[in-house]
Protein backbone atom coordinates (compact mmCIF):
# COMPACT_ATOMS: atom_id res chain seq x y z
CA UNK A 1 0.00 0.00 0.00
CA UNK A 2 1.41 3.11 -0.42
CA UNK A 3 1.38 6.42 1.58
CA UNK A 4 -1.56 8.28 -0.15
CA UNK A 5 -3.95 5.19 0.18
CA UNK A 6 -3.02 4.72 4.20
CA UNK A 7 -3.42 7.87 4.44
CA UNK A 8 -6.99 7.79 2.69
CA UNK A 9 -7.97 5.25 5.12
CA UNK A 10 -6.66 6.93 8.54
CA UNK A 11 -9.03 10.51 7.05
CA UNK A 12 -11.92 7.79 6.70
CA UNK A 13 -12.08 6.48 10.71
CA UNK A 14 -11.09 3.34 10.56
CA UNK A 15 -8.36 2.23 12.78
CA UNK A 16 -5.04 1.43 11.22
CA UNK A 17 -1.93 -0.27 11.65
CA UNK A 18 0.77 0.91 9.93
CA UNK A 19 3.82 -1.26 8.99
CA UNK A 20 6.04 -2.05 6.76
CA UNK A 21 10.19 -2.40 6.47
CA UNK A 22 12.73 0.52 7.89
CA UNK A 23 12.40 3.38 5.49
CA UNK A 24 9.23 3.10 4.56
CA UNK A 25 7.79 6.35 6.11
CA UNK A 26 5.67 4.99 9.40
CA UNK A 27 6.67 8.05 11.55
CA UNK A 28 6.82 10.53 8.17
CA UNK A 29 2.88 9.35 7.52
CA UNK A 30 2.08 9.54 11.31
CA UNK A 31 2.83 13.11 11.34
CA UNK A 32 1.34 13.82 8.62
CA UNK A 33 -1.90 12.49 9.70
CA UNK A 34 -1.36 14.13 12.93
CA UNK A 35 -0.89 18.04 10.96
CA UNK A 36 -4.19 17.07 9.34
CA UNK A 37 -5.80 16.47 12.75
CA UNK A 38 -4.56 19.89 14.36
CA UNK A 39 -5.62 21.88 11.39
CA UNK A 40 -9.45 20.40 11.53
CA UNK A 41 -9.12 21.16 15.40
CA UNK A 42 -9.51 16.97 16.26
CA UNK A 43 -8.14 16.57 19.49
CA UNK A 44 -5.37 13.87 19.06
CA UNK A 45 -3.06 12.18 21.30
CA UNK A 46 0.35 11.13 20.56
CA UNK A 47 1.54 8.45 22.19
CA UNK A 48 4.50 5.45 22.02
CA UNK A 49 5.46 2.69 23.81
CA UNK A 50 9.14 3.95 24.32
CA UNK A 51 10.11 7.98 25.88
CA UNK A 52 12.79 7.42 22.92
CA UNK A 53 10.26 6.76 20.44
CA UNK A 54 7.91 9.21 21.75
CA UNK A 55 10.37 12.62 21.59
CA UNK A 56 10.58 12.18 17.96
CA UNK A 57 6.95 12.70 17.57
CA UNK A 58 6.81 15.34 20.22
CA UNK A 59 4.70 12.75 22.65
CA UNK A 60 4.54 10.53 25.77
CA UNK A 61 4.60 7.10 26.42
CA UNK A 62 1.45 5.15 26.32
CA UNK A 63 1.84 4.18 29.98
CA UNK A 64 1.66 7.91 30.73
CA UNK A 65 -1.19 8.86 28.74
CA UNK A 66 -3.37 6.03 29.94
CA UNK A 67 -2.09 6.38 33.57
CA UNK A 68 -1.14 2.66 33.04
CA UNK A 69 2.46 3.65 34.44
CA UNK A 70 4.82 0.09 35.20
CA UNK A 71 1.35 -2.05 35.42
CA UNK A 72 0.67 -5.12 33.29
CA UNK A 73 -2.51 -5.52 33.75
CA UNK A 74 -5.36 -3.79 35.90
CA UNK A 75 -8.46 -4.69 37.88
CA UNK A 76 -11.79 -3.14 38.19
CA UNK A 77 -10.43 -1.03 41.53
CA UNK A 78 -7.29 -0.14 39.81
CA UNK A 79 -9.32 1.18 36.89
CA UNK A 80 -11.34 3.69 39.44
CA UNK A 81 -8.35 4.71 40.71
CA UNK A 82 -6.77 5.80 37.51
CA UNK A 83 -10.27 7.36 36.66
CA UNK A 84 -10.57 9.29 39.47
CA UNK A 85 -7.18 11.79 38.62
CA UNK A 86 -9.23 14.45 36.98
CA UNK A 87 -6.27 15.41 34.74
CA UNK A 88 -6.44 11.46 33.32
CA UNK A 89 -10.02 11.57 33.13
CA UNK A 90 -10.31 15.03 30.97
CA UNK A 91 -7.25 13.58 28.97
CA UNK A 92 -8.95 10.37 27.84
CA UNK A 93 -12.36 11.90 27.70
CA UNK A 94 -11.04 14.58 24.97
CA UNK A 95 -9.01 12.54 23.24
CA UNK A 96 -10.27 11.73 19.73
CA UNK A 97 -7.68 9.89 17.89
CA UNK A 98 -5.06 8.19 19.63
CA UNK A 99 -1.54 7.42 17.84
CA UNK A 100 0.54 4.73 19.19
CA UNK A 101 4.43 4.58 17.66
CA UNK A 102 6.65 1.44 17.79
CA UNK A 103 3.67 -0.88 18.66
CA UNK A 104 5.39 -3.63 18.55
CA UNK A 105 7.05 -3.19 22.33
CA UNK A 106 3.63 -2.98 24.11
CA UNK A 107 2.65 -6.39 25.87
CA UNK A 108 -0.94 -7.80 25.15
CA UNK A 109 -1.73 -7.09 28.34
CA UNK A 110 -0.89 -3.63 28.46
CA UNK A 111 -2.82 -2.73 25.55
CA UNK A 112 -5.91 -4.83 26.96
CA UNK A 113 -5.41 -2.52 30.22
CA UNK A 114 -5.66 0.78 28.33
CA UNK A 115 -8.55 -0.59 26.50
CA UNK A 116 -9.85 -1.20 29.46
CA UNK A 117 -9.33 2.45 31.26
CA UNK A 118 -10.53 4.47 27.68
CA UNK A 119 -13.56 2.07 27.81
CA UNK A 120 -14.39 2.56 31.58
CA UNK A 121 -13.29 7.00 31.73
CA UNK A 122 -15.72 7.46 28.46
CA UNK A 123 -18.41 5.03 29.74
CA UNK A 124 -18.40 3.34 26.03
CA UNK A 125 -17.80 -0.37 25.50
CA UNK A 126 -16.31 -0.13 22.10
CA UNK A 127 -12.67 -0.46 21.76
CA UNK A 128 -10.65 2.12 23.41
CA UNK A 129 -14.33 3.53 24.46
CA UNK A 130 -14.49 4.83 20.45
CA UNK A 131 -11.60 6.81 20.28
CA UNK A 132 -9.71 5.91 16.74
CA UNK A 133 -6.75 4.13 16.75
CA UNK A 134 -3.68 4.73 14.92
CA UNK A 135 -0.84 2.14 15.50
CA UNK A 136 2.35 1.99 13.83
CA UNK A 137 5.13 -0.76 14.03
CA UNK A 138 7.51 -3.53 12.50
CA UNK A 139 7.45 -6.88 14.44
CA UNK A 140 10.75 -7.81 13.15
CA UNK A 141 12.33 -5.66 15.53
CA UNK A 142 12.89 -5.06 19.57
CA UNK A 143 9.82 -7.01 20.90
CA UNK A 144 8.64 -6.46 24.40
CA UNK A 145 10.69 -7.27 27.28
CA UNK A 146 9.05 -10.12 29.51
CA UNK A 147 10.16 -11.31 32.86
CA UNK A 148 12.49 -14.25 32.43
CA UNK A 149 10.23 -17.31 31.95
CA UNK A 150 7.47 -15.41 30.68
CA UNK A 151 6.08 -16.11 27.18
CA UNK A 152 6.00 -12.50 25.12
CA UNK A 153 2.99 -12.14 24.05
CA UNK A 154 2.67 -9.16 21.17
CA UNK A 155 0.07 -7.05 21.54
CA UNK A 156 -1.94 -8.31 18.25
CA UNK A 157 -2.72 -11.42 20.33
CA UNK A 158 -4.73 -9.72 22.36
CA UNK A 159 -8.40 -9.81 22.71
CA UNK A 160 -9.29 -6.23 21.33
CA UNK A 161 -7.00 -6.40 18.81
CA UNK A 162 -9.29 -8.64 17.21
CA UNK A 163 -12.44 -6.57 17.41
CA UNK A 164 -10.96 -3.51 16.88
CA UNK A 165 -11.57 -4.35 12.86
CA UNK A 166 -8.09 -2.74 12.37
CA UNK A 167 -7.19 -1.98 8.69
CA UNK A 168 -3.57 -3.06 8.02
CA UNK A 169 -1.61 -0.81 5.88
CA UNK A 170 1.83 -2.11 4.71
CA UNK A 171 3.54 0.16 3.28
CA UNK A 172 6.79 -0.99 1.25
CA UNK A 173 8.01 2.25 -0.36
CA UNK A 174 11.70 2.81 0.08
CA UNK A 175 12.73 6.12 1.40
CA UNK A 176 15.67 5.21 3.41
CA UNK A 177 18.16 3.60 0.92
CA UNK A 178 18.84 3.47 -2.23
CA UNK A 179 20.89 1.09 -2.03
CA UNK A 180 19.44 -2.14 -3.79
CA UNK A 181 22.17 -4.76 -1.63
CA UNK A 182 21.38 -3.58 1.71
CA UNK A 183 17.51 -3.91 0.59
CA UNK A 184 18.01 -7.33 -0.29
CA UNK A 185 19.96 -7.68 2.77
CA UNK A 186 16.93 -6.86 4.97
CA UNK A 187 14.35 -8.48 3.17
CA UNK A 188 16.22 -11.73 3.65
CA UNK A 189 16.25 -11.22 7.30
CA UNK A 190 12.67 -10.49 7.31
CA UNK A 191 12.10 -13.80 5.06
CA UNK A 192 14.65 -15.77 8.12
CA UNK A 193 16.79 -16.25 4.82
CA UNK A 194 19.84 -16.28 7.16
CA UNK A 195 21.93 -18.11 4.79
CA UNK A 196 21.49 -15.81 2.03
CA UNK A 197 22.07 -12.67 4.54
CA UNK A 198 25.15 -13.35 5.51
CA UNK A 199 26.16 -14.13 1.75
CA UNK A 200 25.21 -10.82 0.89
CA UNK A 201 26.89 -8.98 4.53
CA UNK A 202 29.72 -10.67 4.08
CA UNK A 203 30.57 -10.61 0.48
CA UNK A 204 29.89 -6.40 1.17
CA UNK A 205 32.29 -6.61 3.61
CA UNK A 206 35.49 -8.04 1.87
CA UNK A 207 35.24 -5.66 -0.99
CA UNK A 208 34.47 -2.58 1.87
CA UNK A 209 37.06 0.41 2.20
CA UNK A 210 37.83 2.11 4.71
CA UNK A 211 35.65 4.99 5.98
CA UNK A 212 36.17 8.48 4.77
CA UNK A 213 34.56 9.84 7.98
CA UNK A 214 34.65 8.76 11.47
CA UNK A 215 31.96 6.39 11.81
CA UNK A 216 29.27 6.37 15.10
CA UNK A 217 29.64 2.64 16.78
CA UNK A 218 27.02 0.78 17.28
CA UNK A 219 27.21 -1.70 20.50
CA UNK A 220 24.84 -4.09 22.61
CA UNK A 221 25.48 -3.07 25.89
CA UNK A 222 24.92 0.40 27.38
CA UNK A 223 28.79 -0.05 29.47
CA UNK A 224 30.94 -0.27 26.13
CA UNK A 225 29.13 2.90 24.62
CA UNK A 226 29.42 4.89 27.55
CA UNK A 227 33.14 3.83 28.05
CA UNK A 228 34.06 4.89 24.15
CA UNK A 229 32.68 8.70 24.03
CA UNK A 230 34.15 9.19 27.76
CA UNK A 231 37.31 8.38 26.64
CA UNK A 232 37.38 9.91 22.63
CA UNK A 233 36.50 13.14 24.29
CA UNK A 234 39.47 12.83 27.14
CA UNK A 235 41.71 12.77 24.26
CA UNK A 236 41.21 16.00 22.94
CA UNK A 237 42.65 18.90 24.42
CA UNK A 238 41.39 22.54 24.54
CA UNK A 239 37.97 24.27 25.98
CA UNK A 240 35.34 22.08 27.29
CA UNK A 241 32.12 24.01 26.41
CA UNK A 242 28.76 22.43 29.15
CA UNK A 243 25.45 22.68 28.13
CA UNK A 244 22.86 21.81 31.25
CA UNK A 245 19.27 20.75 30.07
CA UNK A 246 16.44 23.32 31.45
CA UNK A 247 12.74 22.34 32.23
CA UNK A 248 9.52 24.20 32.79
CA UNK A 249 5.89 22.55 33.44
CA UNK A 250 4.38 19.50 35.55
CA UNK A 251 7.66 18.38 37.11
CA UNK A 252 6.41 14.32 36.94
CA UNK A 253 6.03 14.85 33.18
CA UNK A 254 9.55 17.25 33.02
CA UNK A 255 11.12 14.23 35.21
CA UNK A 256 9.82 11.85 32.79
CA UNK A 257 11.30 13.62 29.52
CA UNK A 258 14.41 14.00 30.75
CA UNK A 259 14.21 10.47 31.45
CA UNK A 260 13.05 9.86 27.44
CA UNK A 261 14.99 11.96 25.79
CA UNK A 262 18.23 10.93 23.47
CA UNK A 263 19.57 14.55 24.81
CA UNK A 264 21.93 14.34 28.17
CA UNK A 265 21.15 16.37 30.90
CA UNK A 266 24.65 17.65 30.53
CA UNK A 267 26.48 17.67 27.95
CA UNK A 268 30.10 18.66 27.52
CA UNK A 269 31.54 19.27 23.67
CA UNK A 270 34.88 19.79 22.41
CA UNK A 271 36.17 21.36 18.87
CA UNK A 272 36.69 18.30 17.36
CA UNK A 273 34.70 16.21 19.25
CA UNK A 274 32.29 14.09 17.08
CA UNK A 275 28.33 14.32 17.41
CA UNK A 276 24.86 13.47 16.22
CA UNK A 277 21.67 15.19 16.05
CA UNK A 278 19.10 13.80 18.17
CA UNK A 279 15.95 15.76 16.49
CA UNK A 280 14.33 16.83 13.41
CA UNK A 281 15.02 20.16 11.92
CA UNK A 282 14.82 20.54 8.01
CA UNK A 283 14.53 23.93 7.85
CA UNK A 284 17.87 23.91 10.17
CA UNK A 285 19.14 21.26 7.67
CA UNK A 286 19.26 18.48 9.99
CA UNK A 287 17.45 15.37 10.92
CA UNK A 288 17.35 12.99 13.56
CA UNK A 289 20.88 11.31 13.14
CA UNK A 290 22.55 12.86 11.06
CA UNK A 291 26.25 13.01 12.02
CA UNK A 292 28.78 15.76 12.19
CA UNK A 293 31.98 16.93 13.80
CA UNK A 294 31.97 20.43 16.34
CA UNK A 295 34.56 22.96 13.83
CA UNK A 296 34.06 25.91 16.45
CA UNK A 297 32.00 27.83 18.68
CA UNK A 298 30.49 31.02 18.52
CA UNK A 299 28.70 33.87 20.58
CA UNK A 300 27.92 33.05 23.89
CA UNK A 301 28.75 29.41 23.22
CA UNK A 302 26.99 27.75 20.39
CA UNK A 303 28.51 24.75 18.95
CA UNK A 304 28.94 25.17 15.29
CA UNK A 305 28.89 21.64 13.18
CA UNK A 306 30.55 20.53 9.86
CA UNK A 307 28.42 17.84 8.78
CA UNK A 308 29.34 14.90 6.93
CA UNK A 309 27.72 16.43 3.20
CA UNK A 310 29.67 19.77 4.22
CA UNK A 311 26.76 21.65 5.78
CA UNK A 312 28.07 24.40 8.75
CA UNK A 313 25.63 24.58 11.05
CA UNK A 314 25.57 27.21 14.18
CA UNK A 315 23.03 24.82 16.56
CA UNK A 316 20.67 26.88 18.65
CA UNK A 317 18.76 25.09 21.68
CA UNK A 318 16.01 22.74 20.76
CA UNK A 319 13.08 21.71 22.94
CA UNK A 320 11.17 18.87 23.64
CA UNK A 321 7.13 19.34 24.77
CA UNK A 322 4.39 17.32 25.82
CA UNK A 323 1.09 18.51 24.33
CA UNK A 324 -2.13 18.04 25.50
CA UNK A 325 -4.95 19.92 24.08
CA UNK A 326 -2.82 22.12 21.87
CA UNK A 327 -1.11 23.50 25.02
CA UNK A 328 1.99 22.24 26.77
CA UNK A 329 2.00 20.77 29.72
CA UNK A 330 5.91 20.38 30.17
CA UNK A 331 9.34 20.70 28.01
CA UNK A 332 12.91 20.56 28.05
CA UNK A 333 15.67 22.51 26.50
CA UNK A 334 19.02 21.29 25.48
CA UNK A 335 21.68 21.20 22.94
CA UNK A 336 20.61 18.69 20.02
CA UNK A 337 23.73 17.39 20.27
CA UNK A 338 24.73 13.99 22.11
CA UNK A 339 28.48 12.68 21.27
CA UNK A 340 28.73 10.01 18.77
CA UNK A 341 31.80 7.94 18.95
CA UNK A 342 29.13 5.41 19.73
CA UNK A 343 25.91 4.43 20.95
CA UNK A 344 23.69 1.49 21.76
CA UNK A 345 21.45 -0.39 19.35
CA UNK A 346 18.46 -0.07 20.97
CA UNK A 347 18.87 4.42 21.07
CA UNK A 348 19.38 3.63 17.71
CA UNK A 349 15.81 3.01 16.82
CA UNK A 350 14.30 5.86 14.83
CA UNK A 351 17.85 6.98 13.63
CA UNK A 352 19.27 7.29 10.21
CA UNK A 353 23.05 6.88 10.18
CA UNK A 354 25.32 7.93 7.31
CA UNK A 355 27.73 5.64 8.64
CA UNK A 356 28.35 2.88 11.30
CA UNK A 357 30.87 0.43 12.80
CA UNK A 358 28.69 -2.08 14.29
CA UNK A 359 29.66 -4.55 16.80
CA UNK A 360 27.00 -7.23 17.22
CA UNK A 361 28.97 -9.93 18.38
CA UNK A 362 27.60 -9.88 21.90
CA UNK A 363 24.00 -9.87 20.29
CA UNK A 364 21.63 -11.28 22.57
CA UNK A 365 18.12 -10.74 20.87
CA UNK A 366 16.27 -11.67 17.87
CA UNK A 367 15.70 -8.74 16.41
CA UNK A 368 18.71 -6.89 17.51
CA UNK A 369 21.00 -7.22 14.50
CA UNK A 370 18.26 -6.42 11.96
CA UNK A 371 17.75 -2.93 13.77
CA UNK A 372 21.57 -2.30 13.75
CA UNK A 373 21.93 -3.27 10.28
CA UNK A 374 18.43 -1.14 9.06
CA UNK A 375 20.21 2.42 10.33
CA UNK A 376 22.42 2.71 7.73
CA UNK A 377 21.62 4.28 4.50
CA UNK A 378 24.13 2.35 2.58
CA UNK A 379 26.49 -0.93 2.84
CA UNK A 380 29.17 1.58 2.06
CA UNK A 381 28.96 3.26 5.07
CA UNK A 382 29.38 -0.25 7.54
CA UNK A 383 32.54 -1.53 8.95
CA UNK A 384 31.37 -4.85 10.74
CA UNK A 385 33.52 -5.40 13.47
CA UNK A 386 31.86 -8.47 14.85
CA UNK A 387 28.46 -10.47 14.72
CA UNK A 388 27.33 -13.84 15.97
CA UNK A 389 24.56 -15.86 14.47
CA UNK A 390 21.42 -14.44 16.80
CA UNK A 391 21.82 -11.15 14.51
CA UNK A 392 20.59 -12.91 11.84
CA UNK A 393 17.56 -14.04 13.48
CA UNK A 394 14.39 -12.42 13.90
CA UNK A 395 11.40 -13.55 16.24
CA UNK A 396 9.45 -17.02 14.72
CA UNK A 397 6.56 -15.90 15.14
CA UNK A 398 7.13 -12.20 13.71
CA UNK A 399 7.34 -14.11 10.66
CA UNK A 400 3.88 -15.59 10.78
CA UNK A 401 2.68 -12.27 11.96
CA UNK A 402 4.30 -10.40 8.92
CA UNK A 403 2.47 -13.19 6.20
CA UNK A 404 -0.73 -12.52 7.58
CA UNK A 405 -0.13 -8.70 7.63
CA UNK A 406 0.68 -9.09 4.27
CA UNK A 407 -2.58 -10.65 3.66
CA UNK A 408 -4.79 -8.42 5.38
CA UNK A 409 -2.82 -5.20 3.56
CA UNK A 410 -4.59 -6.31 0.46
CA UNK A 411 -7.70 -7.31 1.53
CA UNK A 412 -7.61 -3.67 3.17
CA UNK A 413 -6.40 -2.39 -0.39
CA UNK A 414 -9.16 -3.86 -2.17
CA UNK A 415 -11.94 -2.79 -0.12
CA UNK A 416 -10.30 0.71 -0.90
CA UNK A 417 -10.23 0.38 -4.55
CA UNK A 418 -13.82 -0.11 -4.98
CA UNK A 419 -14.68 2.68 -3.36
CA UNK A 420 -14.92 6.03 -5.43
CA UNK A 421 -13.37 9.05 -5.25
CA UNK A 422 -16.76 11.07 -4.38
CA UNK A 423 -17.59 8.10 -1.93
CA UNK A 424 -14.26 8.36 0.04
CA UNK A 425 -14.62 12.20 0.36
CA UNK A 426 -17.44 12.18 1.72
CA UNK A 427 -16.80 9.41 4.15
CA UNK A 428 -13.78 11.69 5.19
CA UNK A 429 -15.94 14.80 5.55
CA UNK A 430 -18.65 13.00 7.78
CA UNK A 431 -15.53 11.80 10.04
CA UNK A 432 -14.16 14.99 10.68
CA UNK A 433 -18.02 16.50 11.09
CA UNK A 434 -18.52 13.68 13.96
CA UNK A 435 -15.17 14.20 15.55
CA UNK A 436 -16.16 18.14 15.46
CA UNK A 437 -19.10 17.32 17.42
Known sequence: MTQEEALSAMKMGYNVFLTGPPGSGKTFLLNRYILYLKKKDIAVSITASTGIAATHMGGTTLHSWSGLGIREEVGDDEVKYIADKGYLRKRIKNTNVLIIDEISMIKASQFEAVNKICQYVRRNPRPFGGIQVICSGDFFQLPPVEREGREVKFVVESNIWKKMDMKICYL???????????????????????????????AAQKKAKPLQDVPTKLYTHNVDVDSINNSELAKISGKEYTYQMTGRGHEVVVAALKKSCLAPEMLVLKKDAQVMFIKNNFEAGYVNGTQGKIVGFVGDGLPIVKTRDGKRITVKTADWTIEEENSVVAGISQIPLRLAWAITVHKSQGMNLDSAEIDLSRCFLEGMGYVALSRIRSLEGLKLVGINNLAFCVNPRALELDKDFRKSSKKSLIELNKMSAAAIGKRQKLWVKYLSN
Do not use: G, V
Open 172 to 202: LEQYRTKDKKLHKLLDHIRDNEIDKSKAILF
